[in-house]
């Protein structure tokens, strides 16, 4: 089992920048590729980014490539998502999730946290 808890997420203002945090607990987290996607109301969750175990390899979604980075620091297991250039369509509550190998697909995770609220004002 891994337990996965995000935070940062808040309101923010269109053009500006918000990093999120997931903390892992349980199992090796460097033994997790980890992911995050993001569901706006009456909308699929859909893939934002992902990052390999050992944070070699990254992947993003066309929409946010360029503009977010993810990142993550196996010794304090924990995996980031820095948002910068944030749009109101960027507004979703946002999940990390951890996989066993590195995936663009919901059903590609085992294990999910509770979400985050982003909030973009125009």
């Known amino acids: 089992q891994v337990q996965l808890i995000e935070s940062g997420g808040g309101l923010v203002q269109a053009g500006g920048p918000l990093r999120l945090s997931c903390a892992a607990s349980?199992?090796?987290?460097?033994?997790?590729?980890m992911g995050w996607f993001r569901q706006a109301p009456g909308k699929e969750r859909e893939f934002v980014a992902a990052?390999?175990?050992?944070?070699?390899?990254?992947n993003y979604a066309d929409s946010v490539k360029g503009r977010f980075t993810i990142s993550r620091d196996n010794a304090k297991n924990t995996v980031y998502l820095q948002m910068n250039s944030l749009k109101p369509e960027d507004t979703a509550t946002y999940y990390c999730a951890a996989a066993q190998y590195l995936s663009r697909i919901v059903d590609g995770y085992d294990y999910w946290g509770q979400g985050t609220q982003v909030t973009v004002s125009s």
């Open positions: 349980g199992r090796t987290f460097s033994a997790y590729a």
């Open positions: 990052i390999s175990r050992g944070g070699r390899e990254t």
